[in-house]
């Protein structure tokens, strides 16, 4: 993910989503004592906002499991899934040069071992509409990926097709 740490503003439109979120799931108090003024003294250092997300993504999930919310810890991570490979698909489509278009590429097609785990984790909450939806959407994506043997397959029609269902995914997320 190193080369993801070159786009600054895409960090910061993320840490304010992991904070709005954070808000709206009642997890203000919490994000603010692990980032407290930290965010603000590391706003021109792209790696320290990474290493904040990455803070804040690890605490957030031992708090939502040690309080018996794993529905929303699976919720939460599917999310951050999906806004992560956006972010990468985005960096990756606007590339202009092949090396960066090739690590974007395997980056998603690495993706498929995460995804097929997450979908096998979605599927404990069949009772959730919300949840089935999503978990459908993913698979459609998983299977798209897995399809691909190997990472210099992917090509760039893949790459449009799979991308574009990540995207379409995200927008219905944030209506």
């Known amino acids: 993910m ?33 980032v407290g003024k930290r965010a603000e003294k590391n706003l021109g250092n792209k790696d320290s906002l990474l290493a904040i997300l990455d803070e804040i993504f690890i ?19 599917a999310g951050s899934w999906v806004e992560s490979l956006y972010l990468t698909c985005k960096i990756t489509e606007t590339a202009t040069d092949a090396a960066t278009k090739e690590k974007g590429y395997k980056h998603l097609w690495d993706q498929r071992f995460y995804l097929k785990n997450l979908t096998d984790l ?4 069949k009772d959730k509409k919300e949840c089935v939806t999503l978990n459908d959407e993913l698979k459609k994506i998983h299977a798209e990926i897995d399809v691909i043997k190997d990472p210099k397959e992917m090509k760039e029609a893949n790459f449009k097709t799979i991308s574009g269902k990540i995207y379409a995914l995200r927008a219905s997320l944030i209506k």
Do not use: C, H, I, P
């Open 2 to 34: 190193q080369w993801l740490t070159n786009k600054g503003e895409d960090v910061l439109k993320y840490m304010k989503t992991v904070v709005t979120t954070s808000d709206a799931l009642g997890l203000k108090g919490a994000v603010d004592q692990m």
């Open 59 to 77: 605490k957030s999930d031992s708090y939502l499991r040690t309080n018996e919310r794993v529905y929303t810890a699976s919720a939460v991570f």
């Open 122 to 125: 979605l599927n404990d909450y």
